[in-house]
């Protein structure tokens, strides 16, 4: 089992830049999969980003392909999501969240552990 806490959230003007954190708990954090996602008010938890064990393979939804960038430090039980050239309709609640069986990166449904969440707001 792992905890999942998120970290890095603000309020932020267009165009500029934050840098979201994961602290996962536990001894395994190297053998999960790792994904982030975000929920707008009134909306539903949509996928952002994602990367696996082992090599690090990584997946973006289309609208932030280029402006963010998910990573892992093993060594440090954290992931992060550099967030650059953001726009309000980045604004959201966003989510860590960790998977070890079946995983799928793009779903929602496949991911077994999740953080508390942290808000971004981005004014225009």
């Known amino acids: 089992q792992v905890q999942l806490v998120e970290s890095g959230g603000g309020l932020v003007q267009a165009g500029n830049s934050l840098r979201l954190s994961c602290a996962a708990s536990?001894?395994?954090?190297?053998?999960?999969?790792m994904g982030w996602f975000r929920q707008a008010p009134g909306k539903e938890r949509k996928f952002v980003a994602a990367?696996?064990?082992?090599?690090?393979?990584?997946y973006y939804e289309d609208s932030v392909k280029g402006r963010f960038t998910i990573s892992r430090d093993n060594a440090k039980n954290t992931m992060y999501l550099q967030m650059n050239s953001l726009k309000p309709e980045d604004t959201a609640v966003y989510y860590c969240?960790?998977?070890?069986?079946?995983?799928?990166?793009?779903?929602?449904?496949?991911?077994?552990?999740w953080g508390q969440g942290t808000q971004v707001t981005v004014s225009s």
């Open positions: 536990g001894r395994t954090f190297s053998s999960y999969a």
């Open positions: 990367i696996s064990w082992g090599t690090g393979n990584t």
């Open positions: 969240a960790a998977d070890r069986d079946n995983w799928s990166p793009r779903s929602i449904t496949a991911y077994d552990y």
